[in-house]
């Protein structure tokens, strides 16, 4: 049995639609049942458990072999992923599909990669089988761009020219389906790119051309990102964790491109094009 968590948010649910047409048997975790169930249906396996509450882990985790780890981003997440390793290690789970980010190691010069990092080493220090998946940016973080979009013509980033293999996250979840219900996938490090580098201004001029009118690109400063992150409801830690990742792109972090998706999934990943395409509707 496999068990699904963080799958509510949008890979985890991404996971969930392509994991169900496998037909593979899967649980998914919430601490919301209800609310799970009315996002996905009532016809799929769920139980109730919280990161939060390691007690609640155990009976959550009793009779499964595969866990797909997955926990929103928080200033806690170090903290409930490794709740839910030592609960893996208690439930003698077989094997952990751990989402992570390119670059994890707990030495790691930014705060995200760290706390991926420290999660990871806990992992491979459990003796549990996994596998690691290193996604790049999402090319659906342009959503939160949207309204900026529609009523200015103009999105915002901390990015320079800086180019970026963005990936789709239909890409990112097929990945994960198939280290979930594959074997060979064991002891790999994913990572997982779009099939080119992109920057920003080639992105708005892609915009431009798909939605018929102007889409202009404004490269902002750190200090200006990170106060807007805040203003949205983000921690003051989580968003300089965010607006460090922009640094490190702005360095040429996010460039390379891999063929993971294609090697894994057997076709080709989604170039930004195609995502503006089939989302047009959000940013008109």
């Given amino acids: 049995m496999i068990l699904l968590t963080g799958a509510t948010g949008t890979t985890g649910s991404a996971t969930v639609a392509q994991l169900r047409r496998t037909g593979h048997p899967f649980r998914i975790m919430s601490r ?4 799970a169930q009315a996002q996905f ?7 109730e458990g919280d990161f939060a509450r390691p007690e609640s882990l ?12 997955l926990c929103a981003f928080s200033e806690g997440m170090v903290e409930f992923e490794l709740n839910a390793v030592e609960a893996a290690v208690r439930a003698g789970i077989r094997r952990i599909v751990k989402m992570s ?4 190691a707990p030495d790691a010069p930014t705060t995200i990669r760290r706390w991926h990092g420290v999660i990871e080493r806990r992992i491979d220090e459990s003796g549990i089988l996994r596998t690691h998946l290193w996604p790049n940016a999402f090319m659906q973080n342009f959503r939160r761009f949207a309204p900026l979009i529609r009523e200015r013509g103009e999105f915002y980033a901390p990015l320079g020219d800086a180019r970026v293999s963005l990936v789709e996250i239909e890409d990112v979840a097929a990945v994960t389906v198939a280290a979930l219900i594959e074997d060979g996938h064991e002891g790999e490090t994913y990572e997982i790119t779009g099939p080119e580098a992109v920057s920003y201004a080639e992105c708005a001029a892609i915009l431009s051309e798909e939605l018929g009118r102007q889409v202009r690109y404004v490269s902002v ?3 200006e990102a990170r106060a807007a992150l805040v203003e949205a409801g983000i921690g003051p830690e989580a968003a300089q964790a965010l607006v460090e990742i922009d640094g490190l792109f702005r360095e040429g972090f ?3 491109v891999t ?7 057997g076709r080709r990943a989604r170039d930004f ?12």
Avoid: C, K, M, Q
């Fill in 41 to 47: 249906g009532h016809d799929l396996d769920y139980v």
């Fill in 58 to 69: 155990d009976a959550a985790f009793a009779g499964i072999e595969t866990l797909s780890l």
């Fill in 273 to 284: 094009r195609t995502f503006v395409r089939e989302n047009a509707g959000l940013f008109r």
């Fill in 221 to 223: 400063s750190d200090e």
């Fill in 259 to 265: 063929d993971v998706v294609e090697r894994v999934t």
């Fill in 101 to 104: 980010a390119i670059g994890a």
């Fill in 254 to 256: 996010g460039a390379p």
């Fill in 32 to 35: 919301d049942v209800g609310r």
